[in-house]
C-alpha cells in the first residue's frame, strides 16, 4: 500500500521532479562553467603578466644593434662609446681598442681640473683658471692649478685619485698632457670610468666644458653647436697622442647618456661625428 502510495505521489509530481533534477543538473553545470571560466581567466592574466614580463625584458635590452650594420671606418686607435642607462645599466654600443694603453694629451686637463675642485676654496683665481683650462685647454692655467698645491705634490694627487677611482691603466706625468719625455696615458675604458664618475658626482667640469667661449677665449671643441645634445666634452692633442676627444651626448628617447671617446685619431671631429651618426642609425631605439 505504501509502495503504491509513493508511485501514485511519484506520477502526479513527475514534473516537479523533472524540474529538480533539471535545475540541479543545470546548477551544476553553471558551477563547472564557472570553474572553467576562472581557470581560463587565470591563464589569461598569467600570460598577460608574462607578457607584460617580457616587454620589460626587451625594453631592458633596448637598444638592440640592426642586422648588417658594419662598424664605423675609424683612423682612430682607440675608440669607445657608451649608454648608461637608467638604473646605471652600461652597454657598449662601439669598441676598439679600449684597453690599449695611449697617450691621452690634453684629455688629462680633466683630471687637472677634478682635483684643484677637490682640493681647493673656490675663488676668483681658481674658478679663473679652472674655465681657462676647460674652454681654452690653457697649458698655463693647467700649470698655475698645479702650483698652487706644488707640482709633484699635485701630480702625486692625480695618480693617487686615478687608482682610487680604479683607473688601473691611467698614469700622469704633468697637468697639461704636453708630450715630455714621460707622458701621460690611459685607456678609452678608463676614460669611460672617470667620465662616469664625474657625472655622477655632478661635477661643474661639464658645465664648464660646454661654453662657447670665456673671456675672448673660445673653446676648443668645434662640435659645440654643431652636434646636438652634448652635455660635456674635452678636447686633446698632441704629437705623440695624435688627435682625442671625449664627449657626452644625451642619448635617444631619453634613455640616459652615451660616453664615446677617440683616441689617436687623425680628424678627431669628423670621427667622432662618424661614430654618433653610426650609433644612431645602427641601433633600434
Known amino acids: 500500500m505504501q509502495l503504491k502510495n509513493l508511485v501514485t505521489i511519484l506520477r502526479k509530481n513527475l514534473g516537479i521532479i523533472l524540474l529538480v533534477l533539471f535545475c540541479c543538473l543545470f546548477c551544476w553545470k553553471v558551477q563547472v562553467m564557472q570553474a572553467e571560466l576562472q581557470f581560463l581567466n587565470s591563464q589569461i592574466l598569467n600570460n598577460l603578466e608574462r607578457q607584460r614580463e617580457l616587454m620589460q625584458d626587451l625594453q631592458k635590452l633596448k637598444p638592440y644593434r640592426k642586422k648588417g650594420q658594419e662598424d664605423p671606418d675609424l683612423t682612430a686607435r682607440a675608440a669607445i662609446s657608451v649608454l648608461i642607462g637608467k638604473e646605471s645599466r652600461e652597454k657598449i654600443l662601439f669598441e676598439k681598442d679600449i684597453d690599449k694603453i695611449l697617450p691621452i694629451a690634453s684629455v688629462s686637463k680633466l683630471m687637472t681640473a677634478y682635483v684643484s675642485l677637490k682640493n681647493y676654496e673656490e675663488s676668483y683665481r681658481t674658478n679663473n683658471l679652472l674655465h681657462l ?74 658645465r664648464i666644458s660646454l661654453l662657447k667661449e670665456y673671456n675672448g677665449v673660445s673653446n676648443t671643441n668645434e662640435l659645440l653647436g654643431r652636434v646636438p645634445g652634448i652635455i660635456g666634452g674635452k678636447t686633446g692633442g698632441t704629437i705623440k697622442a695624435g688627435e682625442c676627444l671625449v664627449l657626452s651626448t644625451e642619448a635617444p628617447d631619453n634613455q640616459g647618456y652615451i660616453i664615446s671617446i677617440i683616441l689617436g685619431s687623425a680628424e678627431r671631429f669628423a670621427e667622432m661625428e662618424r661614430l654618433l651618426n653610426w650609433v644612431q642609425a645602427s641601433y633600434i631605439w
Open 133 to 206: 683650462l676647460l674652454v681654452g685647454s690653457s697649458n698655463w692655467a693647467s700649470e698655475e692649478l698645479a702650483q698652487i698645491m706644488g707640482q709633484e705634490e699635485f701630480i702625486l694627487a692625480m695618480n693617487s685619485t686615478a687608482q682610487e677611482l680604479g683607473l688601473e691603466n691611467t698614469y700622469f706625468s704633468n697637468p697639461s698632457g704636453l708630450d715630455q719625455e714621460d707622458f701621460n696615458y690611459s685607456t678609452a675604458k678608463d676614460l669611460v670610468k672617470f667620465t662616469r664618475h664625474l657625472f655622477e658626482e655632478k661635477s661643474p667640469v661639464w
